[in-house]
């Protein structure tokens, strides 16, 4: 208890000394402290999936209007979302290693600024969703920054082991919205790519829960890995990685790309669920896992740059 105590004590004056001298650094540090609030890296993976959705629905059909409407609006919906989700995450941020230093922990940005942020990213991206789209992309973006900031960010995450699954819904959404945008239509589509990014972010972020498995313990978040173990882990991974690769190959079924698009992916998907298996017999899981996580990013980059020229190749 004394320990943790001083420990306790030791991390909140650093992290008001921290506060105090980022509030001497001037504007610049300013903004690109409230940009980091919109986890860049997070928000500029959905924004791409978005465009992709835009341009595999579009067929080569291109509207500048719609298409700089969605880009602009789906990233600040997701910017919104993200800035109130790391408001929500103090308590867990502050115990986590790779996300103590972020500045709603440090207190170099205080929640209620943060908070205000959160209103004018979401009202300004809800305004140009609203210019220059339709409405079905305005309905799936606010669903999923419910999703997001609610069902997960607030409840699921912290409750359930199944927050994983309510997450991947919202990451899924940007895709979807993108699709809408061009399309105006919910068709196979428009659920096939849905279904595809939902599938992929599950063995993705179960990869994470691996590696980071003892950071997610001490704060509390009843990850796959931390209640059913890291052999559970490990099978849902390929189980998930192998129902992924199905799903891009449904794609093709809906005609709107064709087999330049089915040759990429199935030669990507079966290296990813060759990978996937050899997790289970790794001696060293951990290592496995972040091997696991680097090639999703490969698979996403992929299915964006293919989804957006597949419709334009043979």
């Known amino acids: 208890m004394v320990t943790t105590t001083h420990t306790s004590d030791r991390l ?62 789906s990233t600040l919906m997701i910017a919104s979302a993200c800035v109130l ?22 207190g170099s940005i205080s929640a209620v600024r943060a908070v205000v942020f959160s209103i004018i990213l979401g009202a300004l991206g809800m305004a140009s969703l609203a210019i220059g789209t339709n409405g079905a992309v305005m309905l799936a973006g606010s669903i999923g920054f419910v999703t997001y900031v609610v069902l997960y960010g607030m409840l699921s995450k912290r409750m359930s082991v199944h927050g994983t699954l309510v997450g991947s819904v919202s990451g899924a959404i940007p895709i979807l919205s993108g699709y809408l945008a061009a399309s105006e239509r919910l068709d196979a589509g428009a659920i096939i790519a849905f279904a595809i990014l939902f599938l992929w972010q599950m063995p993705a972020f179960y990869s994470i829960s691996i590696y980071r498995r003892d950071e997610y313990a001490r704060a509390g978040i009843p990850v796959l890995s931390v209640v059913r173990g890291i052999r559970a882990t490990v099978v849902q991974i390929l189980i998930y990685t192998i129902a992924f690769v199905l799903a891009t190959l449904l794609l ?33 899981p951990e290592i496995w896992a972040r091997q696991m996580f680097r090639f999703s990013m490969i698979m996403v980059l992929a299915i964006c740059l293919m989804v957006s020229v597949g419709p334009l190749l043979p």
Not at 23 to 45: E, Q
Not at 96 to 103: H, I, K, L, S, Y
Not at 252 to 267: K, Q, R
């Open 252 to 284: 093709p079924l809906s005609g709107l790309v064709g087999i330049v698009y089915s040759a990429t992916m199935a030669a990507l998907g079966l290296a990813w669920i060759w990978l996937g298996a050899r997790g289970l017999r790794a001696r060293n």
């Open 85 to 106: 989700n790391n408001v929500l995450d103090r308590d867990i941020d502050a115990i986590m290693q790779r996300t103590r230093a972020r500045a709603t922990v440090s």
């Open 12 to 73: 909140g004056t650093d992290a008001r000394m921290a506060a105090r001298a980022a509030r001497r650094r001037g504007p610049r540090a300013s903004i690109a402290r409230y940009y980091s609030l919109t986890k860049p890296r997070v928000l500029l993976a959905n924004a791409l999936t978005a465009v992709a959705g835009y341009f595999l629905a579009s067929a080569g059909r291109f509207d500048l209007w719609v298409f700089v409407s969605l880009t602009i609006g």
